[in-house]
């Protein structure tokens, strides 16, 4: 679980800033050095000028694809899955479709977000596929247990392979003879004669079975069956990308603020760290990169827990084919999932934790009083206050990160 207590450290690091600079003058800046790299402005044309104020605190949130699934959307999934869960164990039968539809959305978003992130470092907290294990384990439940319970193996093979009668020879008494004196001594002549026998068109045992092809159980284990093999399939890609990401140094990752633009340089946080601002005037707020400390331990998770939960998942498979649905184990019934049932919510509640936790701190790295520096003919220094963008930050980074390949359809049509 190291990479349990990675997270929690990491996310508890915003507590723990000390040395926050009260005031611009703290700061050790060389006068002579320009603000950025890219900016012919010196710090001393910066604080030649009184330091103006904002009219009011402003909020930092994260850009495109920095963000983890809103809490709000975590307490809706696990409102879905709970009760699945349970009935799942105690009646499975009545679940199916729901098991199913449930999958398939889980499947679409973590596509979806694959596609529209391409796998980049600083987006892991939009397309970790730690999401997947719940229904990993809800698709081999309903494909073994439909298999065993409508004898599916069994009856696909005799339709594939049915068969064959092998011709059986059968005494014929002759007439003639079967009239003579019935002595014990006298000879009998006996001819053959082959006989077909007509095979039965059903087979013993699955009489009570509905038709194989043109019953719903069928179709529901070869979706199952589908939806498994492509969570493998998601699984395995999202663990390809993480581990190479996890090898490289910490990304640098986007936020935006209202008060960096219009014509801001460069903001000069309390840590006296200074963060160059990327001008984007079609989004109405202006960026800075700072170093993805959570992004890098997401990743570290994604790497761990995804191997993790792959393992759970190839061992609830394998009790689930070998072992028969009526055993017990201390009263309780063996033949479910339990490995990716338990840890498929225990992730839930993780994702859940951690969205709110980050709706309610700034990343590590940055402090609320910040100064920015602007350029709009006149060099002017202001002085502001960030604060966190809450539950509307957070669903604008997931949802702008997941449907960024949408283009003008999700976006609009500015964003040609």
């Not at 594939?160 to 059986?168: G, N, W």
């Amino acid at each position: 679980m190291t990479w349990m207590w990675t997270l929690i450290v990491f996310s508890l690091l915003p507590f723990f800033n000390a040395c926050i600079a009260a005031s611009l003058d703290l700061c050790p800046l060389s006068l002579n050095d320009t603000v950025t790299t890219s900016s012919n402005i010196t710090w001393a044309q910066a604080v030649d000028q009184p330091i103006s104020q904002f009219d009011g605190p402003s909020y930092l949130r994260p850009d495109i694809g920095g963000a983890l699934v809103p809490w709000v959307y975590s307490i809706v999934i696990l409102l879905i899955h709970i009760p699945l869960v349970i009935i799942r164990v105690v009646k499975w039968e009545s679940v199916q479709t729901c098991c199913l539809m449930a999958t398939v959305l889980t499947i679409g978003v973590t596509a979806q977000a694959f596609a529209s992130t391409k796998f980049r470092a600083d987006k892991i907290l939009t397309w970790t596929p730690l999401l997947l294990v719940i229904d990993a384990g809800s698709m081999a439940q309903v494909l073994f247990l439909i298999a065993e319970d409508y004898e599916l193996p069994t009856r696909l093979r005799h339709a594939i392979m049915p068969a064959r009668a092998t011709p059986s020879e059968e005494p014929i008494l002759n007439d003639e003879e079967a009239g003579k004196s019935g002595d014990a001594d006298e000879l009998v002549c006996i001819t053959t004669r082959t006989v077909n026998p007509t095979t039965s068109t059903t087979t013993p045992g699955i009489s009570n079975h509905p038709p194989l092809f043109t019953s719903k159980p069928l179709y529901i284990a070869f979706v199952s069956a589908l939806l498994l093999i492509s969570i493998f399939a998601l699984q395995l890609l999202g663990l390809h990308h993480a581990v190479n990401a996890a090898k490289q140094s910490a990304p640098s990752v986007s936020w935006c603020s209202p008060i960096f633009q219009p014509f801001g340089v460069a903001v000069l946080d309390g840590n006296c760290h200074v963060w160059p601002i990327l001008q984007t005037f079609t989004k109405g707020v202006g960026c800075i990169l700072i170093p993805g400390t959570q992004q890098m331990a997401w990743l570290q998770a994604t790497v761990a827990g995804t191997g993790l939960s792959i393992a759970l998942e190839l061992t609830d498979i394998c009790i689930l084919a070998t072992v028969h649905s009526g055993t017990r184990w201390r009263g309780v019934k063996m033949r479910r999932p339990w490995f990716t049932m338990f840890s498929g919510v225990a992730v839930l509640g993780l994702i859940l934790v951690f969205g709110v936790v980050y709706s309610t701190i700034l990343p590590p790295g940055i402090s609320e009083k910040v100064w920015v520096v602007t350029d709009a003919g006149t060099v002017t220094v202001y002085e502001g206050t960030l604060g966190t963008a809450g539950l509307r930050g957070a669903m604008i980074g997931w949802n702008d990160g997941v449907f960024q390949a949408w283009g003008t359809t999700y976006f609009g049509s500015w964003a040609v």
